[in-house]
């Protein structure tokens, strides 16, 4: 079975470029969260969509942050301008919404802004 | 600066040892809790999950007990294998009305020696 597929894995670019991340979630599962990752702050949810709808999004940063989820098998994460505190690992995750669910995770994009 | 980082709690372990990682929770309202294994350069990895109205819950070498009296969880790993280093994370969710959303504790790094 595939799980959370992210893309790209690493991505270098210099402050001020537009970075934007993609996520295929499981099929079949309706829950999708962006997480980022950092030695300093460890794993923070960043937003959360149910049924493509954005839930909660008080964990993103400033407004140059943006997720979009146009239809149920994919997200994308957008920081645009970007600066070198983005720097950071950034996860995507999936869930059924229902019940007592895990969330599944994708291996991450690691991103370096220069 | 020289910036600080999160310095995870270790624990380092022979191999064929048992191991214990403890985790303590915050929201005496959290009803379902997670155990997650992140290898370097990976997204974390479902282990096990328990719902509150149990207390020990076990899978194959991986036991996971709760406490609610005093918000403590645990993982115990049977017969540790250098294949279990990894930071390990515990989440708590409130599946009331919060639709999904995890709290992640900031996780304890396995070492084990072979």
């Known amino acids: 079975d595939a799980g959370v597929i992210q893309s790209p894995r690493h991505e270098v670019t210099e402050m001020g470029q537009e970075v934007t991340l993609r996520c295929k979630p499981i099929?079949?599962?309706?829950?999708l969260f962006w997480y980022r990752q950092t030695m300093m702050r460890g794993l923070e949810l960043l937003i959360y969509f149910n049924n493509n709808v954005p839930i909660d999004d008080s964990g993103m940063p400033e407004d140059r942050f943006s997720a979009k989820m146009p239809n149920a098998s994919f997200s994308t994460l957008k920081i645009q301008p970007s600066e070198p505190r983005d720097s950071a690992v950034y996860f995507c995750a999936s869930s059924l919404e229902r019940g007592n669910q895990p969330q599944h995770f994708g291996d991450g994009t690691r991103l370096s802004i220069l | 600066g020289e910036s600080v980082g999160l310095h995870l709690p270790t624990l380092s372990v022979q191999e064929g040892d048992n191991s214990i990682i403890n985790c303590a929770y915050s929201n005496s309202a959290s009803d379902y809790f997670i155990w997650y294994k992140q290898e370097s350069g990976k997204g974390p990895q479902f282990i096990i999950d328990?719902?509150?109205?149990?207390d020990k819950r076990q899978g194959q070498r991986v036991t996971v007990l709760l406490n609610k009296t005093v918000k403590h969880l645990s993982l115990q790993i049977a017969a540790t294998q250098p294949g279990d280093s990894a930071v390990y994370f515990c989440a708590e969710g409130y599946y009331g009305g919060s639709q999904g959303n995890l709290i992640f504790g900031k996780g304890t790094k396995l070492s084990v020696k072979p």
């Open positions: 328990i719902r509150s109205n149990m």
């Open positions: 099929s079949g599962h309706n829950s």
